[in-house]
């Protein structure tokens, strides 16, 4: 049969490529692609491409391999290097189906000793990209697997200040067994970072079936970490499952890590277990030490959500109270220094000025607030370093939405008692609107002031409640603003006669009992009754009644200036031979209080005394008689009315 001419036309014009590719192929090898690869590179990109060695093709179906030598491939004009990629040779897997879609697949790329260079300009172009702006995403060549053999790696990003520079090597001696070593160093987000590790040998960029192994460690800033373990797919962690340990001066430092707002914390170190699948990450079992404090417990955090969900149930055997510092705001050693730097205050006319603080001073950093919602759960058992104030068994619920942090309850126990609070930070105004609501029921005065004459030698119970609200970026400036009521109340027990003596100023009876020996008297009642107006503390009730004595007290306390300015008046109850009947003041700043006599008036009487014992040495004793007698305040009037005052419920605000 013979075929119609035009047929043979046909048929010729489709054969007549593949001779000529095939008649070129034999004569001249595969080498006469390179003009032509090169020259549609440059078309498409605007950038050379050069393959200045052997140009060898392995046909096959459906991915032929690709071996070029002595390859480079120049950056654009806008970058720092002059070439993003060259190596001594670069073999590849072409993904036939996909390029005939126009998309550029390569399953499998290795290079031999290459210089790499990305680069992400300040305006968003990233050298990557291959398109003439270097913008577009879906113009980037994908690649699935990648083997390094020597080389080093670049990586800039100005609007980012990151600048990292790594050394790869290759170690093993047998193919199938060699992997990666690498070292990086340079700048993360403006910090130091240094890093060293080793991996398998091939890099599974986008591989979702094989874990990776690798391990590493580096440091950012002054964040250190270690890690060993696997990851799935390099570029987009599909899976983790590392052991993982951490340290650091602060917790918060992770911030330009994570992304996740942590709080201001001492120095820490932690180890544990990290895995991560979907959208979970989960930080398990983990265990180590923040400050002085042990820590252990669960942390995970979701990211399917408008921000990262967090999630943590937190354990402490011993809990440094030194380490709550740093989480409301106190400098470390900030009360210390305080009170070496306060100047002794001397009782004049005129105040004299505040130069030390004490109170909780640094910043609240709410901008990252909006960073995760939190759930966070904290339990303590004993805590160390609690002299002045002995505190137990903690248990605290910190919420963290919409920038708004609410502990609910912050329960601890103290002294044989309970201390029971809700606090409410809105982070969303500036600056922040607080809310504290605090319950202290049957807290013991004797464990209450274990270092003082008032813990050692009192019986009696404490009951108070605080109700205050107020605003600032720091707990001193809150408590500066803070308007509501703090009443507290001690209803029955027994109280150290010769301590009440020496507030009373009686003379006699102090010189007697420092002969005898003190005894217990039958403290009635306590009451102190503050209404707090832009944070002064103004006394409402201030009665301190025992049998032997009543002391009353009047003045306020300025929380926004740390200082005391009240007045104890004593009622004697029985007459005392020789006392120096003078009230009493309080005075001075919170880092340096002090106790003082009205020093003209103990002087008049001094001067009465020595005037009238030239007279007569008997009538000396006159102007020192303190003839009482003082009334019994209606104790339980005074704690009627204190706890019928009107209280806010303990819940969330």
């Not at 270690?226 to 951490?246: E, N, P």
């Not at 009730?541 to 009353?552: H, S």
């Amino acid at each position: 049969m013979t075929l119609p001419r035009s047929l043979k036309w046909i048929a010729g014009a489709l054969l007549a490529p593949v001779v000529l590719a095939a008649v070129l192929i034999a004569i001249f090898g595969w080498n006469w692609l390179r003009g032509p690869i090169e020259r549609m590179t440059t078309e498409r990109t605007g950038r050379a491409l050069a393959i200045n060695g052997d140009l060898t093709v392995t046909l096959g179906w459906p991915s032929p391999h690709i071996r070029a030598a002595a390859v480079s491939f120049a950056n654009p004009s806008w970058a720092r290097e002059k070439h993003m990629v060259v190596a001594d040779a670069i073999d590849v897997t072409l993904h036939l189906p996909q390029l005939l879609a126009r998309n550029v697949v390569l399953p499998e790329v290795r290079l031999e000793r290459p210089v790499v260079f990305l680069e992400q300009a300040s305006d968003g172009r990233r050298n990557w990209l291959l398109d003439l702006e270097q913008q577009d995403e879906a113009a980037r060549v994908r690649i699935d697997r990648l083997t390094l053999d020597q080389g080093r790696l670049g990586y800039d990003d100005v609007a980012q200040k990151t600048s990292i520079r790594a050394e790869l090597s290759t170690v093993g001696a047998e193919p199938a067994a060699a992997g990666v070593s690498f070292s990086a160093q340079g700048q993360y987000k403006g910090m130091a970072l240094k890093a060293s590790g080793k991996g398998g040998p091939v890099l599974g960029l986008r591989d979702e079936d094989t874990p990776y192994p690798l391990q590493t460690e580096f440091s950012v800033g002054h964040t250190a970490v270690k890690a060993a373990g696997t990851i799935t797919s390099l570029l987009k962690f599909s899976a983790v499952d590392m052991r993982l340990a951490l340290r650091g001066d602060s917790l918060a430092q992770l911030f330009p890590l994570l992304g996740i707002a942590f709080p201001e914390t001492r120095a820490y170190a932690t180890a544990g277990h990290l895995l991560h699948q979907a959208n979970s990450w989960r930080y398990e079992k983990f265990s180590g030490r923040i400050g002085g404090s042990d820590i252990a417990g669960s942390l995970q955090v979701d990211t399917g959500g408008e921000r990262p969900a967090m999630k943590a149930d937190l354990v402490s055997k011993v809990l440094d109270i030194a380490d709550l510092g740093p989480l409301i705001g106190a400098r470390p050693g900030a009360v210390q220094a305080a009170k070496q730097a306060a100047p002794a205050p001397v009782p004049t006319a005129a105040p004299t000025p505040v130069l030390a603080r004490v109170l909780p001073d640094l910043p609240f950093k709410t901008d990252r607030w909006d960073s995760v919602d939190a759930e966070v759960t904290l339990k303590a058992k004993t805590f160390r370093h609690v002299k002045e104030l002995p505190l137990e068994d903690l248990v605290t619920h910190l919420s963290l939405r919409d920038s708004v942090l609410t502990l609910d309850p912050l329960d601890f126990g103290v002294a044989g008692g309970q201390l029971n609070a809700v606090i409410s930070l809105d982070g969303r105004s500036d600056p922040i609107q607080a809310e504290a609501r605090i319950k202290a029921r049957k807290v013991q005065l004797a464990k209450l002031f274990p270092t003082s004459e008032l813990g050692k030698a009192s019986i009696g119970q404490l009951t108070g409640d605080f109700d205050l609200r107020g605003k600032g970026s720091s707990v001193r400036q809150m408590l500066a603003s803070s308007a509501g009521k703090i009443d507290l109340v001690v209803a029955g027990g027994k109280i150290s006669k010769l301590m009440m003596e020496k507030a009373g100023l009686h003379l006699w009876e102090i010189l007697e009992l420092s002969l005898t020996g003190d005894r217990l008297v039958t403290l009635r009642c306590a009451v102190a009754d503050f209404d707090v107006k832009q944070g002064n503390m103004r006394a409402n009730a201030l009665i301190f009644d025992t049998e032997v004595t009543t002391i009353v007290g009047t003045g306020s306390i300025d929380l926004g200036e740390e200082k005391l300015d009240l007045t104890l008046n004593q009622k004697t109850k029985y007459t005392s031979p020789v006392a120096l009947r003078s009230p009493i003041f309080l005075r001075g700043s919170f880092a340096r209080p002090t106790l003082a006599v009205d020093q003209g008036r103990v002087a008049a009487r001094a001067l009465g005394a020595i005037g009238l014992g030239l007279v007569n040495p008997l009538l000396a004793l006159i102007p020192l008689i303190d003839a009482g007698p003082g009334k019994d305040s209606d104790c339980g009037e005074l704690v009627r009315e204190a706890k019928a005052l009107p209280r806010a419920p303990n819940k969330r605000p």
